[in-house]
Structures are given as structure tokens and as C-alpha cells.
């Protein structure tokens, strides 16, 4: 059912926009558009996806999203900084493209069958983007409060600012270029550059900084889960399987893709019948969770129930295509990608 036209709630909200897109484009317009795309096709909709965000809406020359937690907002931006950095490195510095991020904690409206986001959560975001810098991120005291420890510290105090149609001023923060860079003993860095490593298909680089945050800090239940995203992609089901299920039992309230990531594990180690019951405990499903059960319903013979997830799966996606979703995953091994494919026709998907 679709929320009310008032329905209210707290969210995380990110705005991000590219700076200088104008000018970009009138300076290139077929190369901006096309590396614009990239990133939104191998950055922004992976790590969406791996930190659980919803994309709210794109707004041409950049997007509004919503997290559930201040924690997987930030590891979201981070995370998708340094990809779009390692994209443009080898452009002159005046062609590159600059995401500018603001981060904010506050209460938006939905509405709507898509759940577009309005109201103050969401003006605050978009004037703390205002005052970010290209490739930089500013938050609001609401999220700043929220952060701990060494994090906290990396962000420098911008005052109250006075934002343009907010009425109090609002504290705000700065991540600079020099407290952003990454540490060789952090194992947090690591866990990041091994993301973008993996969706770059830099796989060995993954897998190396994946291992290292791990040994950093083999107590956070985090490292350990996504060594295991890592290993599952790289061909090696059965010791991710080991990895996250060590991870669901060392943190008792793990977000739900812990879950997601051991059906998937599973899956992929041949364990269909073990995936099938991992599947069933994610909680907010989305499109690519109902592909997954589909599959795995296919192998085990239950062509009824593959079908009710073939149906889900369009329901919740209605231009879902096998092949493209397939080109965002990142399977080192062409044979397993070719395998879940037939998997997921054979369910009833459209390719």
C-alpha cells in the first residue's frame, strides 16, 4: 500500500550533486554524460545496494537517497568519493567530475507510490551539498552527533550556518581532503578500498585489502562480512559461507544484508536448500532478493514458487533484465556469472 500523502518519518538523507555540470557539459557533453553514467551504473547502485540506501530519485546531474543509519550513509559516501576519484584520475583536473555530498538526520514527508521525499530533512541536505566542496562532504550536527571515536575527529566544525528557506541555523561540518585520507592501519580505509576495488574488478586488490581489514581488527563483526561479500564473488563460496556466519553470530544485531550475503554464499556453494532458509529471514526485500529466491527455487525443483518470485521480482522491478542486472555484479569467474544467469532464465526472468 502506498504511504499516505502526510505520512511522516526520520530518515538519513543524502543530496549529491556534481559541481560544475554545466560547464562540464558544454565543454563535452557525450564524454561528461558517459562517465556520469558509469558512475551511477557501477558505483551508485552497487553501493547503494551493499548499504542498504534507496535511491529516492535522480535529479540529472545528481541524486537524492535515504539510509537507515548515519553509519551506512557515510560508508556509502565514502566509499563512492573514492570511486568516483580512481574513475577520473587520469583526466586534467579541470574535466574531472566532482560530487558534492550533504548528509543529513532529520524528518522528511513521503509521498506517493515511489515514496518521493520532501520537507525539511530534505531542504537541509540539499544546502549542506551547497557548501560542500567537489569530491567533498558536509553533514549537519544532527548526523555529527551521531558519529564517535576516531570518525568524529576527522570532521572540521563550520559553525551555525544560516542556510537559504531554513529558519535556524544549522550546525554543519566538514570532512577535509586531508582528514579523509586513508590510513594504512585503518582497517575501516581498507574495508572501503576493498569495495571499490571489487566493483572496479580489481580483484586482487579487493581481496588483498578485504584480508587486511580483517587482520586490523579481527573483532569487528563488519570486516569479517564483507571479506566474505568479497570471497563470494571471487569463486570461494564455502569460505565466505565460515566468514559471515562467524560474523551473524559475534554481532547479534547485524543489519540485515549479513543475512542476504549468507543466502547468497550458499547459494553459490551449491547449498540450495541452506540459502533457500537464509533468503527467508532478510528482512526489507527488494528486487534482487526475490531474483536470488527465484533462482533457488528453480534448483530445488519448485517451479510454483520460483514463479511467485519471478512475479515479485517484476513487481517490485518492473524493467528488470537478467543481463543487466548481471553487468553490476562482480564474479571474477565468467563461469559463475554464465551459471546464475541460466539459473535465473530458467526460473522464468526475463534476460
Not at 576493498?194 to 586490523?216: G, K, N, T
Not at 527455487?297 to 512475479?311: D, F, I, K, M, N
Not at 539459473?343 to 526475463?350: H, I, Q, R, S, T
Request: charged content about 25%; aromatic content about 8%; overall charge neutral.
Amino acid at each position: 500500500m502506498a504511504p499516505s500523502r502526510d505520512e511522516r518519518r526520520l530518515a538519513v538523507i543524502l543530496v549529491a550533486d556534481i559541481a560544475g555540470y554545466a560547464r562540464l557539459m558544454e565543454e563535452d557533453e557525450a564524454g561528461t554524460l558517459r562517465r556520469w553514467r558509469a558512475v551511477r551504473r557501477n558505483l551508485v547502485g552497487p553501493l547503494l545496494a551493499r548499504h542498504e540506501g534507496r535511491l529516492v530519485k535522480l535529479t540529472g546531474d545528481g541524486f537524492l537517497a535515504e539510509f537507515a543509519s548515519v553509519v551506512a550513509a557515510l560508508d556509502f559516501a565514502l566509499a563512492l568519493q573514492e570511486g568516483i576519484a580512481a574513475q577520473e584520475a587520469d583526466l586534467p583536473a579541470g574535466c574531472r567530475l566532482g560530487l558534492r555530498i550533504g548528509l543529513h538526520l532529520g524528518e522528511v514527508v513521503v509521498e506517493g507510490e515511489d515514496e518521493d521525499l520532501y520537507g525539511d530533512g530534505v531542504n537541509v541536505a540539499a544546502r549542506l551539498e551547497g557548501l560542500a566542496e567537489p569530491g567533498g562532504l558536509v553533514v549537519s550536527g544532527a548526523v555529527f552527533d551521531q558519529l564517535k571515536g576516531a570518525l568524529a575527529r576527522r570532521f572540521v566544525s563550520l559553525g551555525e550556518r544560516h542556510l537559504k528557506h531554513i529558519a535556524r541555523p544549522v550546525r554543519a561540518y566538514r570532512l577535509t581532503e586531508e582528514a579523509a585520507a586513508l590510513d594504512a592501519e585503518d582497517s575501516r580505509c581498507h574495508r572501503i578500498l576493498a569495495e571499490i576495488c571489487l566493483h572496479a574488478r580489481r580483484f586482487q586488490l579487493a581481496d588483498r585489502h578485504s584480508e587486511r581489514a580483517v587482520a586490523l581488527n579481527p573483532n569487528d563483526a563488519q570486516n569479517a562480512a564483507f571479506r566474505a561479500y568479497v570471497l563470494m564473488f571471487l569463486g570461494r563460496p564455502e569460505e565466505s559461507v565460515a566468514l559471515i556466519a562467524s560474523a551473524i553470530r559475534r554481532d547479534p544485531f547485524h543489519p540485515g544484508w549479513f543475512i542476504g550475503t549468507l543466502g547468497r554464499a550458499l547459494h553459490f556453494a551449491g547449498r540450495h536448500e541452506e540459502a533457500f532458509e537464509a533468503y527467508q529471514r532478510v528482512g526489507a526485500a527488494r528486487f534482487f532478493d526475490y531474483a536470488y529466491l527465484a533462482a533457488c527455487c528453480h534448483r530445488l525443483g519448485r517451479t510454483e514458487e520460483a514463479a511467485s518470485y519471478v512475479a515479485r521480482t517484476l513487481e517490485a522491478k518492473p524493467d528488470f533484465a537478467a543481463n543487466g542486472w548481471l553487468a553490476t555484479l562482480p564474479f571474477r569467474h565468467e563461469a559463475d556469472r554464465k551459471r546464475f544467469r541460466q539459473e535465473m532464465l530458467a526460473a522464468g526472468l526475463p534476460p
